[in-house]
């Protein structure tokens, strides 16, 4: 399988999560951003990363979004199991969909802000930073925009605390679509000392988790 990916991408660390859980062969196509639509818009109508192209016969030739991946996987090669039984998979969809929807956005509006303020330090070069203010200037990463995912992140970390501080799974009794989700959405919080300093239980979580699948840690890590 090929993943068309940002290597950077928090969206496209989950795909790797997943392939990498699946223990399913893949190889990577860094993509540039800005020339990246080109490539992907004609395979799955979208200009995200993740792409997945399988290249199996029979299988789809293209799958856009992180979700429909993992989707696609679990489908595919159903061993090892990101599937938990039918009540608790509905339970754990949903936690994808929230984590993907609307908390992976709040990590990437805080993580920008940061790494362009007081982060800057991590990389001051001016291509790093040029990418820094494209990405704010394309995403709308505006103060009040921080300020909603700043509060967004904290309710979401107190929800998450309640499940993850004292159980390795967020769902059941085994790795699922909501592990994998938050351990790639929220890893680029990783950099910033405010939150390993609070919330010294997620990055012990997201390290397992990346260490279950075969991921190499994230920055910070
Ligand atoms: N919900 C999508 C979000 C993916 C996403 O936002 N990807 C970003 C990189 S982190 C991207 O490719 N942005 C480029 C663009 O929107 O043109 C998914 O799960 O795949």
């Not at 950077?8 to 790797?16: D, L, N």
């Not at 489908?75 to 908390?103: N, Q, R, V």
């Not at 979401?156 to 909501?178: C, F, I, M, N």
């Not at 300093?197 to 990346?210: D, N, T, V």
């Amino acid at each position: 399988m090929l993943l068309l990916q940002f290597s950077t991408s928090h969206y496209c660390r989950k795909a790797r999560l997943a392939l990498g859980y699946k223990k399913i062969p893949y190889t990577v196509n860094n993509l540039t951003p800005g020339l990246h639509a080109l490539k992907i818009k004609p395979l799955t109508g979208l200009t995200t990363t993740p792409v997945l192209l399988p290249e199996v016969d029979g299988q789809p030739k293209a799958i856009g979004d992180s979700t429909q991946i993992l989707k696609f996987l679990e489908a595919y090669c159903p061993e090892p199991p990101l599937s938990l039984g039918s009540t608790l998979d509905a339970e754990a969809w949903m936690l994808e969909d929230w984590l993907d929807e609307s908390i992976g956005t709040a990590t990437r509006f805080v993580y920008y802000d940061y790494r362009a303020g007081e982060g800057k330090a991590i990389d001051p070069s001016f291509s790093s930073q040029l990418v820094i203010t494209i990405v704010r200037q394309q995403y709308g990463i505006s103060p009040a925009a921080v300020a909603l995912g700043c509060d967004r992140l904290k309710t979401a970390l107190t929800v998450l605390q309640e499940r993850w501080q004292t159980r390795p799974y967020l769902v059941g009794d085994r790795l699922s679509v909501a592990d994998i989700a938050a351990a790639a959405l929220l890893s680029p919080l990783a950099l910033i000392p405010e939150y390993r300093q609070k919330y010294p239980w997620l990055f012990e979580r997201i390290a397992e988790i990346h260490h279950h699948c075969h991921e190499p840690l994230p920055p910070g890590l």
